[in-house]
């Protein structure tokens, strides 16, 4: 995902397209690719200096930067790398469209940002909300316990999830819409979503080659591609350490990784292939069932957090849910009592 971000020196951030014979603020915008977050400091005078986010929408946040420590510099027209993050910085919302040199504009180099942006959605000024429906009035899901895929946040593309397409291609595709609330959950929405389904003349998810049997009609998060994305807004009732377990399949193997309030929570999870060669029926290979115990390990803090689940290779795989287990402390041996 591409974003824009604007800093802004003057009396009032503008990032729009200004009429040539108004006089403009000056501003500097500052190009951003593949945003995850990015981090810097606003200069000197006048004092008023702010980044926004702007993402094509009408309004956006501005969020007031940090100004202590910092030697200036004059940069125009540079690349300079923030960690992972390459950005190119350029003039902009100049009268007549002229450029700004470097004698008639100074600023700062870019070193650490007072805000978190995200092309996850994520941060102080995160969007999504946990899900609810008419059957789903839980709200923010609870840790310890388990945590449901298909409920991940409502907010959107962009900001609750990311998806390949804005197609959901199993609720009301391969589920046909019949006024069923399985067959029509979040049908309108781009994170593909299904239903294990039993009792069928040919056996799906019930089949012999599950090496787990899942719960009937559990719902879960399917046809995933690289790239793509999911928040869900869990709450956290103890820090601690907790062990994590996942309901899945995946007819390939491949990899995700988890972040926790737009950080890196965890590298990259191998997911074990659960394809099974001696399965007669090509297309039961998306339905065999398996539960990796134990995925990882992670620690989390107390209170409300937005887990992201990214999918990073291959693809192709079912998620139906996280079971989070807290790790008790090494019993005497040197053991540890999950």
């Known amino acids: 995902m591409n974003g824009r971000i604007c800093m802004v020196i003057g009396h009032g951030p503008r990032c729009d397209n200004a009429s040539a014979d108004k006089e403009i603020p000056p501003a500097v915008v500052i190009e951003v690719g593949d945003v995850r977050s990015v981090s810097g400091h606003a200069i000197g ?98 840790i310890p316990g388990r945590v449901q895929c298909a409920y991940y946040d409502l907010g959107g593309e962009g900001v609750a999830y990311h998806d390949t397409d804005a197609i959901n291609h199993g609720s009301g595709v391969l589920n046909p819409p019949d006024g069923t609330y399985l067959n029509q959950f979040r049908m309108n929405e781009g994170v593909d979503t299904s239903y294990t389904k039993f009792h069928r003349d040919v056996p799906i998810d019930d089949n012999p080659y599950n090496l787990v049997l899942p719960p009937e009609n559990q719902l879960y998060v399917g046809w995933t591609e690289p790239g793509e994305w999911f928040n869900v807004t869990v709450k956290v009732a103890r820090a601690g350490t907790y062990t994590m377990d996942l309901l899945y399949t995946s007819n390939r193997g ?85």
């Open 45 to 142: 005078k006048p004092s008023r200096a702010a980044f926004r986010r702007d993402f094509g929408k009408p309004a956006m946040a501005v969020v007031p930067l940090q100004r202590e420590g910092l030697a200036r510099r004059r940069r125009h027209g540079q690349v300079s790398s923030l960690g992972e993050v390459h950005v190119r910085i350029c003039a902009a919302n100049r009268p007549r469209g002229e450029n700004m040199g470097p004698a008639r504009f100074i600023f700062v180099s870019l070193a650490v940002l007072c805000c978190s942006l995200a092309a996850a959605g994520q941060g102080k000024d995160y969007r999504g909300k946990p899900f609810q429906d008419s059957v789903y009035h839980g709200g923010a899901q609870q």
């Open 254 to 338: 491949g990899t995700i990784s988890l972040d926790l309030d737009g950080e890196k929570l965890t590298g990259p999870l191998e997911i074990v292939s659960t394809k099974n060669d001696a399965d007669p029926v090509a297309w039961r290979q998306w339905h065999h069932w398996n539960v990796m115990k134990d995925l990882v390990v992670v620690s989390l803090p107390k209170g409300m957090h937005v887990l992201t689940v990214r999918i990073i290779t291959n693809g192709n795989m079912n998620f139906a849910y996280f079971d989070f287990k807290e790790r008790k402390p090494a019993a005497p041996g040197g053991s540890n009592e999950k």
